[in-house]
Nanobody, 120 residues
């Protein structure tokens, strides 16, 4: 199973970016999908996650600004980020809890990270 993230870049404060992540490979089912981020010198932190039934969970600082969505048919998860702030600057990592086969356990898989820089 591979996760490929895209959509990072440089944006001015107050701007928007949309991150996408696609899971590929041998996939029987996916439970949670989501995003973490890691800023320079800081620990990785949860941004948002979404369950297979579309229930979502956000870190407090992202509520109202970020929106997570997923396409179960395409095994993709997206993160719409609005009203971006300099403190949102980080490398964003997507993840997915994937069951590769009907008789396997769910395993965590991570994307390679995509850099988001919010600066004027």
């Amino acid at each position: 199973v591979q996760l490929q993230a895209s959509g990072g870049g440089l944006v001015q404060p107050g701007g928007s970016l949309r991150l996408s992540c696609a899971a590929s490979g041998t996939i029987f089912s996916i439970n949670r999908m989501g995003w973490y981020r890691q800023a320079p010198g800081k620990q990785r932190e949860l941004v948002a996650l979404i369950f297979a039934d579309s229930v979502t969970n956000y870190a407090d600082s992202m509520k109202g600004r970020f929106a997570i969505s997923r396409d179960n048919a395409k095994s993709t998860v997206s993160l719409q980020m609005n009203s971006l702030k300099p403190e949102d600057t980080a490398v964003y990592y997507c993840f997915a809890d994937v069951k590769p086969s009907h008789d396997s356990n769910f395993l965590d898989y991570w994307g390679q990270g995509t850099k988001v820089t919010v600066s004027s």
